[in-house]
């Protein structure tokens, strides 16, 4: 199956910074990305749907301004967490669907990136 | 919104037996996903389930779908201690350009005892 990758796996920040998150396809171009968000114990939240060459679409309650996303290209969308906080530490996985593998294929989920903000 | 649930929310089998897992959603949908997530790592995915399909099979994994009752179950046979992990189910609607994300279930937590 195709591959998503994720840069940082793992991250630990001080409160008030900002922390970029990468998420690549590897072996197809993915027009369209998602960006989720994990807490503890918990199931999988999607946060903004990420588009390439235009504006992201984000969930209800997701700040657009906090979660800054990138999609720059058609292999290569990034998550920032700008002046990030305690309270934003979680588990970050993107996911990628392949335009080409039709109208019913999976997602392909890269491996998640631990945010720790202390 | 979330809107998948799954049950039970653990279970806790003797390896070798079965192992059934039920998910129910709210809204229509395009196809309905099973995925398996080790703790904390990313996901894996194990069978997808068209809207017009009734029931699937993969290897030890059987799923059927009920699209009048909204609900679905993931069946593991002859299970094995590496199936230990969380298990959740996710849904995409109907879509004309087909970019809706996923809306996933709370998970099932699978234990297999040695």
């Known amino acids: 199956g195709a591959v998503v990758s994720q840069h940082p796996s793992r991250v630990i920040c001080k409160s008030g910074t900002s922390v970029k998150i990468e998420c690549r396809s590897l072996?197809?171009?993915?027009?369209?990305m998602f960006w989720y968000r994990q807490f503890p114990k918990q199931s999988l939240m999607l946060m903004a749907t990420?588009?390439?060459?235009?504006?992201?679409?984000?969930e209800q309650g997701v700040e657009k301004d906090k979660f800054l996303i990138n999609h720059a290209s058609l292999t290569l969308s990034t998550l920032t967490v700008t002046s990030a906080h305690p309270e934003d530490s979680s588990f970050y996985i993107c996911?990628?669907?392949?335009?080409?593998?039709?109208?019913?294929?999976?997602?392909?989920f890269g491996p998640g990136t631990r945010l720790t903000v202390l | 919104s979330q809107q998948g649930e799954e049950d039970p929310q653990a279970l806790s089998i003797q390896e070798g037996e079965n192992a059934t897992m039920n998910c129910s959603y709210k809204?229509?949908?395009?196809?309905l996903q099973w995925y398996r997530q080790n703790s904390g790592r990313g996901l894996v995915h194990l069978i997808l389930?068209?809207?017009?399909?009734r029931e699937k099979h993969s290897g030890r994994l059987r799923v059927t779908l009920d699209t009048s009752k909204k609900s679905s179950s993931l069946l593991i046979t002859a299970s094995r201690a590496a199936d230990t992990a969380s298990y959740f189910c996710?849904?995409?609607?109907?879509?004309?350009?087909?970019?809706?994300?996923?809306?996933f279930g709370k998970g099932t937590h699978l234990i297999i005892q040695p």
């Open positions: 996911s990628a669907r392949d335009p080409l593998a039709g109208a019913y294929n999976e997602q392909f």
């Open positions: 072996d197809f171009q993915a027009t369209t």
């Open positions: 990420s588009n390439e060459g235009s504006k992201a679409t984000y």
């Open positions: 809204t229509s949908i395009n196809n």
């Open positions: 389930i068209r809207s017009n399909e």
């Open positions: 996710a849904t995409r609607a109907p879509s004309g350009g087909g970019a809706d994300g996923l809306t």
